[in-house]
């Protein structure tokens, strides 16, 4: 099987920044698309980054020019730098990765990690 194991959340104030990783562990043999989701209390959870396995990207307006999503293919490991974090960014934040082990391609999310703008 294959597991996504998030780290990084916290408590930043606002404008701060933060760093998550997700790294995938298991059977695999290659990893297409990755991407962020990010849920809200009473909303539901959306996608706002994503990057191909070749490295494009694509970001919700509300977090482009401020979240950086990136990904080391060696590692199974996709980033996600967050700068300028507004009042508005708390949720719990989800990985999510299209994975490729033994003969099976499916869908795999992390745990999730919490993070909180409050000054």
Do not use: H
Not at 93 to 98: E, Q, R
């Amino acid at each position: 099987q294959v597991q996504l194991v998030e780290s990084g959340g916290g408590l930043v104030q606002p404008g701060g920044s933060l760093r998550l990783s997700c790294a995938a562990a298991g059977s695999i043999v290659s990893i297409n698309n990755m991407g962020w989701y990010r849920q809200a209390p009473g909303k539901q959870r959306g996608l706002f980054a994503r990057i191909t396995r070749g490295g494009s990207t694509n970001y919700a307006d509300s977090v482009k020019g401020r979240f950086t999503v990136s990904r080391d293919n060696a590692k199974n490991t996709v980033y996600l730098q967050m700068n300028s974090l507004r009042p508005e960014d708390p949720a719990v934040y989800y990985c999510n990765a299209d994975v490729l082990f033994l003969s099976n391609l499916d869908e795999f999310w992390g745990q999730g990690t919490q993070v909180t703008v409050s000054s």
